[in-house]
């Protein structure tokens, strides 16, 4: 088993990445992935080829997505490509104002694949890039039943880190 940490896009999302997983006190491995156009800023972003190089190291391993804005997206292309390997996912700030429609439905098609009791997210009310009423919205048309945790917040961080644990200890 292994639980994956998946950040928002801007630099400062490393320490979000590193801080959740610091707080998962799991039985097993808890690994943030780092972006690489952090480091490079010449890079370029491609969710797809991501998670592409994510999977090439996953072997067998179950796992566990713990995932934050554009992460969100990361999680749906590995979600798509490997639904059994998924134990459980959490969605955190998902990007609805930021992503264009193609994402919008890699999103859904993930999601679909999934049983609503592997699945929690959060949402700011006001998260500027999506609200709270937005992404309930946003899942009903997936399925009414996968829960939303909307939290009070105009921001778009999510630092819930006990609340993350007590679902994938559950």
């Known amino acids: ?10 630099p400062h999302n490393e320490d979000w990445a590193m801080e959740t997983a610091k707080q998962l006190k799991l039985d ?6 780092l972006w690489e156009h952090w480091k490079d800023p010449s890079t370029k972003f491609d969710e797809q080829v991501v998670a592409d190089d994510i999977l090439s190291i996953l072997s067998d391993n179950q796992i ?9 997206l990361v999680a749906s292309h590995l979600i798509q490509k490997t639904p059994d390997k998924i134990q459980k996912i959490i969605f955190s ?18 999601l ?8 929690l997210c959060f949402q700011n009310d006001k998260d ?3 609200s ?17 945790i909307v939290k009070s917040g105009s921001d778009h961080e ?10 994938l200890k559950s």
Request: net charge neutral; charged share 25%.
């Open 1 to 10: 088993m292994l639980t994956l940490i998946l950040p928002g896009y801007s």
């Open 28 to 33: 097993h491995d808890v690994r943030p992935v």
């Open 64 to 72: 566990n997505i713990v995932a934050k804005s554009i992460g969100t």
């Open 93 to 110: 700030g998902i990007p609805l104002n930021d992503i264009n429609d193609k994402a919008k439905r890699e999103i859904k098609q993930a």
């Open 112 to 119: 679909l694949k999934l049983s609503e009791s592997k699945i």
């Open 128 to 130: 500027p890039h999506g």
């Open 132 to 148: 709270g009423a937005q992404i309930k919205e946003f899942l009903a048309e997936i399925n009414p039943d996968i829960r939303l």
């Open 158 to 167: 999510y630092p819930y880190y006990s609340e993350f644990l007590e679902f």
